[in-house]
């Protein structure tokens, strides 16, 4: 038993070296919690921290990238052609993985901050995000990720801010990231990584929980659960008014 | 002013809402139309998720249908008969429309067909219509009166006759019970109304006078709208209450005005203006499909 514990113990220490960095983050975020209420117009999220250090700074820039991931979701994209002169929806493609909100802000360019197969192996870029299924019946599905990013950054859904995070003394850092008022509610999730010389040497996650309040929360929860109470409260809703306008509209006139 | 829509999942402007709402409103009550051929693609384009721009639609014309139907009540211009036998005619049509809709589904390519015919359909609607108001405006405005056509046709001369006294008509329930079964099966395919297509086929099938249409239109409309909107409500959750009653409070408003409008113009008139909107719609889906497209992809909800 004891001897178990020792080797599992030196499997520990050997297996992660990196629990044993010189650098590591401490950081904060000006809020986790995001309430959408009926008048919410978007928010603003300020992300901060410091790098931890138990030996003196090594040689060269830090690099830091800061990602908000929102809930992914499942996606049918569809693409327009021109068959017999007119455009229809012919090819789709079914994208398994996509978040629904995706800002990414870094320190610098972010392919000085992070080299390309960090960024493969750890999904920190846009591209990087999106995971297509295989498909036979197109020739190529890279341009239907390619359309997923360019409608969702039209939308200001998805948006890449290099330069966005301000490090001061290679040891604080802080930026700013803002969250549309179309946003959808779910569990979203901020990722710090440090970087240098191309390479992640510390990295920290946290969350922030995007949930409706209120009337919001009031009017899905009885849409999705009372659904037959709802519709017809959604008719009463119409006949009133209906009638309502109606009403009002004589008496206004004879008087 | 902004307010978040809890299903449709976005942020819009209220005020921008109301006044599509009025315009929709104005001319439900003129012309005796739903208007989702106009608020759909304006919904598309706020940011709605086209689900939920339907769905919603739908409660809204209900609210603005029933507005404008009282209004043309208390002028006693609503064949509720007619607008019943409509009525039995349409569920059968929605009944058909869906099997066909899903018949041609399977074979494929059916949104091209389905479009195509559309445009072409209310091209001719629409011009015959277009053509036949601006003679009967020309004429009345050469300063003959236009002696009220009762044409005799088949519509005429085939067996189970009811009297529609609304209408001021004498005719077999066969014509009506067809109109509405036609309507209803383009209405399935379409996801749309049907007002359109029902207004110009009562003034010209079953020769009901102009302004009894319009209301007659609208009390049949109600119904409908009604059960897409439950449907909807209970299926696909997609109806967003906050965004109806946005859009119904213009709506509302816009119907009775429309109403006082309608009932203030000539038949002709009237009759010229409809055909003018037809043709619109039908362009717009004609150049829909002939114009590319800044964007050609598009995002849906996954699953399929």
């Given amino acids: 038993m004891n001897r178990l514990f020792q080797l599992l113990a030196a499997l520990f220490t050997f297996a992660l070296p990196i629990q044993a960095q010189a650098e590591d983050i401490v950081a904060g975020l000006s809020q986790n919690a995001v309430q959408i209420t009926a008048t919410f117009v978007g928010s603003e999220i300020l992300i901060f921290g410091a790098v931890k250090r138990d030996a003196p700074a090594p040689e060269g820039d830090l690099g830091v990238v800061i990602v908000v991931e929102g809930p992914s979701h499942e996606i049918t994209v569809r693409r327009k052609e021109r068959r017999m002169g007119i455009w229809v929806n012919t090819d789709s493609v079914e994208v398994q993985r996509a978040p629904s909100f995706y800002a990414i802000a870094t320190s610098g360019p972010f392919n000085e901050v992070i080299n390309q197969d960090v960024d493969g192996a750890m999904h920190i870029s846009i591209p990087e995000s999106i995971r297509i299924f295989q498909s036979e019946q197109v020739d190529d599905p890279e341009n239907f990720a390619k359309a997923v990013i360019r409608i969702r950054e039209d939308a200001g859904l998805y948006a890449m801010n290099e330069g966005a995070v301000h490090v001061t003394d290679n040891t604080l850092f802080d930026t700013r990231v803002q969250l549309p008022a179309n946003l959808t509610e779910g569990a979203y999730k901020a990722r710090i990584f440090l970087a240098r010389g191309g390479e992640i040497i510390a990295s920290h996650t946290a969350d922030i929980e995007v949930s409706k309040v209120g009337i919001e929360r009031w009017l899905y929860n009885l849409a999705h659960e009372q659904a037959l109470i709802y519709g017809l409260m959604s008719l009463a809703i119409a006949i009133a008014a209906g009638w309502g306008a109606s009403t009002f509209f004589r008496f206004v006139l004879r008087s | ?304």
């Fill in chain 2, 1 to 304: 002013m902004q307010i978040y829509l809890p299903i449709a999942e976005v942020s819009v402007n209220a005020l921008l809402l109301l006044g599509l709402g009025g315009l929709v409103g104005v001319l439900s009550g003129m012309f005796g139309v739903g208007g989702g051929f106009l608020l759909t693609p304006m919904l598309f384009f706020i940011g709605i998720p086209p689900a939920v721009a339907v769905a919603t639609e739908a409660n809204q014309i209900v609210a603005s249908s029933f507005s404008g139907v009282l209004a043309h009540l208390r002028r006693k211009t609503v064949d509720i008969k007619m607008g019943l036998v409509l009525q039995v005619g349409g569920l059968i049509g929605a009944f058909l429309g869906i099997q066909l809709f899903n018949y041609l589904k399977a074979l494929g390519q059916v949104d091209l067909l389905v479009k195509l015919s559309y445009v072409i359909f209310l091209g001719i609607v629409g011009g015959l219509m277009f053509i036949e108001s601006v003679r009967a405006l020309m004429k009345t405005r050469g300063g003959q009166t236009v002696p009220t056509r009762r044409r005799h046709n088949w519509v005429h001369n085939l067996p189970i006759k009811m009297k529609f006294r609304a209408s001021g008509l004498y005719i077999s329930a066969i014509p009506p019970l067809m109109v509405g079964v036609l309507v209803g099966i383009l209405a399935a395919i379409m996801g749309v109304g049907g007002g359109f297509i029902m207004v110009p086929a009562m003034i010209y099938i079953l020769g009901m006078p102009t302004k009894v249409v319009v209301g007659t239109s609208l009390f049949q409309i109600i119904l409908t709208t009604a059960f897409t909107t439950m449907m909807h409500a209970t299926t696909n959750y997609t109806v967003d209450v906050a965004l109806a009653v946005l859009l119904l409070i213009g709506g509302v408003i816009g119907a009775q005005i429309g109403t006082r409008i309608g009932v203030k113009m000539k038949a002709e008139q009237l009759r010229v203006l409809l055909a003018m909107m037809v043709l619109a719609v039908c362009i717009k889906l004609g150049l829909d499909l002939l114009i590319m497209p800044s964007e050609l992809y598009s995002i849906g909800a996954g699953g399929h």
